[in-house]
């Protein structure tokens, strides 16, 4: 692409456009813009001595093609241009290592996650409905052209802001104002997402949010604040086929309701197959808990019962026409796309969906490495290759001059973007390649200078002032530039306890038990030291915003000096600092309250003035007597037997704070990422501030 070596000639990283196009020319283009990125200049970046520095370097050396790096939680999560710094760059050094692929390097996770779950069409009367030819603003805002998932984070936000919808209705497009109905699935927007009053203030709004619905198997903070509740299944509660890359090895796992599959094989039968797992927990008095799979098939034959919308289709039985699927044909549908699987269940005399159920897991393929060289099945009578089980005639598709075999549509021979590769031709051969764009590993992306960004388009990161401020969008956001005050440092918000999942664990009492209060403000001794903060005490952290300069408000937290931090980071756990508004929530029907998050949040009282939100915890954790008798059978907690140590909840104190709430939404602006790590300009707490105060600006 001499237009882009021209490109890089202009802004100063080659001195000359190579005359040549050999792979010697592309190595010396590559040396002359990384030659300034010395070991002297990375020290000061980075902070890190060069005695070290040189030490990875050579360990580098030393594994040779057998590195394996992900990049997920630290540098591509925290940072404004993460996906760069992290993923480009990381990735970078993979390839020239020769590490991706082989043993010992690093693969592609869809090499080794085996997820069928989607494929049970087969079990309807018809199997997918066609693409939804609408788009959705409000997920996928213009702004984020190639954002990697939806912007979820910043819905509520773009709700209520007119002058955005305005801007864009101006250009044609149609924005609703209005979300009629919205059904949250084991999702908490409130507490796990940046600025969760703004949440709480949409979410209530009846002009934003129509109908409201939360679909989980626990309590949350979001509970609080939508018209229905409704109690879905955990894992040993509902059926969901798993699968995971934890190894070069391709398996999948069946998760499935224990009381239901316990009690048909003691012999029970469901009155209605389609409601089988709520039935079994009904009758085992588990309550009116569904499992998600039957909740959205009966939902759709609710909203479709004649059929006369055409979506009752896609979830009626092709075994039973005229009844809704049922689980069992849905996943037995699923399990016999897996090859290896239907092959054994064909020589045992069972169905695979009677193989998962009863064993649980199947490993399809062992030592998977390389997937990118495998062939590609190509009929030479037919002239067709053979993907995803479909044979697609070469006259349908395109070749281009690097081999990258991708479908004839729309403007795909023009646009990088516009392309679906099939495969990478190679030696007179197909072979499956990677899943890019060229269908190699692309150092070059022209994917992003088409879309407007080709300062981003190779692995780079700005050395000097002026790269800085021209190439602001993959600058952190917490760069040591931003760093000027005395008590600034930067928090980081996203280190997980590795004991807990997210927003449920709060509901497992012995989780809590090891981990109340672990949500501290982590502070190196030296910097401790130099503020003049012991341990124990309150200190404020003050979070502002480097782009606008904007404070949004402030968290007060107990801090814990240690020397497992490096001295200008702050730390503070993403699973604590959990709260509800009530200790008991009363449900018609039952002589005893329902415990809400008792074990691991504290009770607080919210008060609001204008656009500024306040918090300050009443009571933490909260130990209760549990009723075991009750006068009629069904109107009981379950299992009480397993609850009676509740009494024996000890840990009374503050359950932490909730940082998450002060923190703006801060979507990088080319992946859509939140960039989670902040700036905080931290001080002791005052007279007047407790642990667990949260005040806020929305």
């Not at 954002?147 to 979820?152: G, K, Q, V």
């Not at 469901?270 to 009758?283: G, Q």
């Not at 939902?299 to 055409?310: E, K, Q, V, Y």
């Not at 756990?573 to 009363?586: L, M």
């Given at each position: 692409d001499k237009e882009y070596l021209n490109y890089l000639k202009k802004e100063g990283l080659?001195?000359?456009?190579?005359?040549?196009?050999?792979?010697?020319?592309?190595?010396?283009?590559?040396?002359?813009?990384?030659?300034?990125?010395?070991?002297e200049w990375a020290a000061e970046e980075t902070k890190v001595p060069i005695d070290r520095l040189e030490k990875l370097y050579e360990l580098i050396l030393w594994a040779g093609d057998r590195i394996t790096s992900y990049f997920w939680r630290a540098q591509a999560a925290g940072n404004r241009g993460g996906w760069m710094h992290a993923g480009r760059t990381g990735n970078f050094l993979l390839a020239l290592t020769g590490s991706i692929?082989?043993?010992?390097?690093?693969?592609?996770?869809?090499?080794?996650?085996?997820?069928?779950?989607?494929?049970?069409?087969?079990?309807?009367?018809?199997?997918?409905?066609?693409?939804?030819?609408?788009?959705?603003?409000?997920?996928?805002?213009?702004?984020?052209?190639?954002?990697?998932?939806?912007?979820?984070?910043?819905?509520?936000?773009?709700?209520?802001?007119?002058?955005?919808?305005?801007?864009?209705?101006?250009?044609?497009?149609?924005?609703?104002?209005?979300?009629?109905?919205?059904?949250?699935?084991?999702?908490?927007?409130?507490?796990?997402?940046?600025?969760?009053?703004?949440?709480?203030?949409?979410?209530?709004?009846?002009?934003?949010?129509?109908?409201?619905v939360h679909l989980s198997p626990t309590w949350s903070e979001t509970s609080w604040h939508v018209d229905y509740i409704l109690p879905v299944g955990l894992?040993?509660?509902?059926?969901?086929?798993?699968?995971?890359?934890?190894?070069?090895?391709?398996?999948?796992?069946?998760?499935?309701?224990?009381?239901?599959?316990?009690?048909?094989?003691?012999?029970?039968?469901?009155?209605?197959?389609?409601?089988?797992?709520?039935?079994?927990?009904?009758?085992?008095?588990?309550?009116?808990?569904w499992e998600d799979?039957?909740?959205?098939?009966?939902?759709?034959?609710?909203?479709?019962?004649?059929?006369?919308?055409?979506?009752?289709?896609?979830?009626?039985?092709?075994?039973n026409p005229g009844q809704p699927v049922t689980v069992e044909e849905w996943y037995n549908a699923c399990f016999s796309t897996i090859p290896g699987l239907k092959k054994i269940c064909e020589k045992m005399g069972i169905t695979p969906y009677e193989y998962m159920r009863d064993r649980g897991a199947w490993t399809e393929e062992t030592n998977v490495y390389n997937v990118m060289e495998r062939e590609v099945p190509y009929d030479p009578v037919k002239k067709a290759i053979k993907v995803k089980g479909k044979w697609?005639?070469?006259?349908?598709?395109?070749?281009?001059?690097n081999g990258a075999v991708f479908l004839k549509h729309h403007n795909a021979k023009k646009y990088h973007s516009e392309r679906h590769i099939l495969a990478v031709k190679k030696d007179g051969k197909f072979l499956k390649g990677f899943h890019t764009a060229t269908g190699h590993l692309e150092y070059y992306s022209k994917t992003l200078v088409e879309f407007g960004w080709p300062e981003y388009a190779i692995p780079i990161y700005p050395r000097t002032d002026e790269q800085r401020k021209k190439w602001i969008h993959i600058l952190s956001h917490v760069h040591h530039s931003y760093m000027n005050e005395e008590n600034a440092f930067v928090l980081n918000p996203i280190f997980r306890l590795v004991y807990n999942i997210h927003t449920r664990s709060v509901n497992a009492k012995w989780l809590m038990e090891i981990s109340q209060n672990h949500n501290p403000v982590w502070i190196h001794e030296s910097d401790a030291k130099r503020l003049g903060i012991k341990r124990g005490e309150p200190v404020k952290l003050r979070v502002i915003d480097t782009l606008t300069g904007i404070e949004t408000g402030y968290?007060?937290?107990?801090?814990?000096?240690?020397?497992?931090?490096?001295?200008?980071?702050?730390?503070?756990?993403?699973?604590?600092?959990?709260?509800?508004?009530?200790?008991?929530?009363?449900?018609?029907?039952?002589?005893?309250?329902?415990?809400?998050?008792?074990?691991?949040?504290?009770?607080?009282?919210?008060?609001?003035?204008?656009?500024?939100?306040?918090?300050?915890?009443?009571e933490g954790a909260l130990p209760r007597d549990i009723e075991i008798k009750h006068s009629e059978k069904w109107l009981k907690w379950p299992y009480p037997k397993f609850n009676e140590d509740i009494k024996e909840v000890w840990w009374k104190a503050t359950t932490g704070v909730w940082q998450n709430a002060v923190f703006p939404p801060n979507p990088d602006p080319l992946s859509g990422m939140q960039c989670w790590h902040k700036k905080v300009l931290l001080e002791k707490g005052g007279p007047d501030d407790r642990i667990g105060d949260v005040v806020v600006n929305t």
């Open positions: 080659i001195s000359k456009v190579p005359e040549g196009e050999t792979f010697d020319d592309f190595i010396s283009v590559l040396k002359e813009i990384y030659a300034p990125y010395t070991f692929g082989g043993v010992g390097g690093t693969g592609w996770h869809h090499w080794h996650s085996l997820g069928v779950g989607n494929n049970g069409g087969a079990s309807t009367l018809k199997d997918k409905p066609k693409p939804v030819d609408a788009w959705s603003e409000l997920l996928w805002p213009p702004e984020w052209p190639i954002a990697a998932y939806e912007l979820s984070i910043i819905l509520p936000h773009l709700l209520s802001d007119d002058e955005w919808r305005k801007k864009w209705e101006k250009r044609g497009l149609k924005i609703p104002d209005k979300i009629e109905v919205w059904i949250g699935r084991m999702y908490n927007p409130v507490w796990t997402n940046p600025d969760g009053f703004r949440w709480i203030e949409t979410l209530t709004d009846e002009n934003k949010f129509g109908l409201t894992a040993g509660e509902r059926h969901d086929n798993q699968t995971a890359e934890t190894k070069p090895e391709r398996w999948t796992a069946f998760r499935q309701p224990v009381l239901r599959v316990a009690l048909q094989k003691m012999g029970w039968k469901p009155e209605n197959p389609a409601r089988a797992t709520l039935e079994a927990h009904k009758k085992v008095g588990l309550g009116e808990v799979d039957e909740f959205w098939i009966n939902l759709a034959w609710a909203i479709d019962p004649d059929g006369s919308l055409g979506i009752r289709q896609y979830w009626e039985s092709k075994k697609i005639p070469l006259s349908e598709c395109e070749i281009d001059e968290f007060v937290g107990m801090a814990m000096p240690t020397q497992a931090i490096r001295p200008g980071v702050v730390a503070c756990s993403h699973h604590q600092g959990r709260w509800r508004v009530r200790n008991f929530v009363n449900v018609d029907g039952f002589n005893q309250p329902l415990g809400v998050m008792t074990f691991g949040s504290s009770r607080v009282e919210i008060n609001r003035n204008g656009n500024t939100w306040s918090m300050r915890v009443k």
